[in-house]
T-cell receptor, first 112, second 117 residues
Framework: EAQVTQNPRYLITVTGKKLTVTCSQNMNHEYMSWYRQDPGLGLRQIYY???????DKGDVPEGYKVSRKEKRNFPLILESPSPNQTSLYFCASSVHLDNEQFFGPGTRLTVL | AQKITQTQPGMFVQEKEAVTLDCTYD???????LFWYKQPSSGEMIFLIYQGSYDQQNATEGRYSLNFQKARKSANLVISASQLGDSAMYFCAMSKTSTGTASKLTFGTGTRLQVTL
């Protein structure tokens, strides 16, 4: 089954404790992206990647890192999480940005 | 910078009626794409429809159609024959493309649609 998986789905952590949210797709898509969704703000792009070893900042990259060592994986790293990073995070992938983006199920992160 | 505006935070529509969800965009790029996504209460993001800036015809997918008015920079979603299952949050989004390489995707703040009996 074609899908984008994210882990964990739910995470409660404390300020400053490094964490990684994994994202994996099995569709051989070149384009992958991370978004955060906050009430009243819609989805905002954090980082995107157009292929292996090619990543770039979206609109809200501060406090986040990503890597794209393999085509299928695009982890999101929070080196020192803060409460303002409490949000719902989505990973997405597509053949190209002008194609349908397939979204993962979301990761709800709470930073205390 | 590109921007998407959805001015309707919430909408009600009666079952079997048609409804239009508004979306306006702002970009200086000649090449871009416009999307609509649906997010039901369960939280997943579901792709509905796509329109390219150079497409001559308005996109349609089943009961969904995109009313693309380039001069007005609007890309409204029309849902015909609404169903109870259409109750959800709807997001308009725009991709920026230049020289054949796509980059950012910008979303609007969403419109919550409630379908009533």
């Amino acid at each position: 089954e074609a899908q984008v998986t994210q882990n964990p789905r739910y995470l409660i952590t404390v300020t400053g404790k490094k964490l990684t949210v994994t994202c994996s797709q099995n569709m051989n898509h070149e384009y992958m992206s991370w978004y955060r969704q906050d009430p009243g703000l819609g989805l905002r792009q954090i980082y995107y990647s157009m292929n292996v070893e090619v990543t770039d900042k979206g609109d809200v990259p501060e406090g986040y890192k990503v890597s794209r060592k393999e085509k299928r994986n695009f982890p999101l790293i929070l080196e020192s999480p803060s409460p303002n990073q409490t949000s719902l995070y989505f990973c997405a992938s597509s053949v190209h940005l002008d194609n349908e983006q397939f979204f993962g199920p979301g990761t709800r992160l709470t930073v205390l | 910078a590109q921007k998407i505006t959805q001015t309707q935070p919430g909408m009600f529509v009666q079952e079997k009626e048609a409804v239009t969800l508004d979306c306006t965009y702002d970009t200086s790029d000649p090449s871009y794409g416009l999307f609509w996504y649906k997010q039901p209460s369960s939280g997943e993001m579901i792709f509905l429809i796509y329109q390219g800036s150079y497409d001559q015809q308005n996109a349609t997918e089943g009961r969904y159609s995109l009313n693309f008015q380039k001069a007005r920079k609007s890309a409204n979603l029309v849902i015909s024959a609404s169903q109870l299952g259409d109750s959800a949050m709807y997001f308009c989004a725009m991709s920026k493309t230049s020289t054949g390489t796509a980059s950012k995707l910008t979303f609007g703040t969403g419109t919550r649609l409630q379908v009533t009996l």
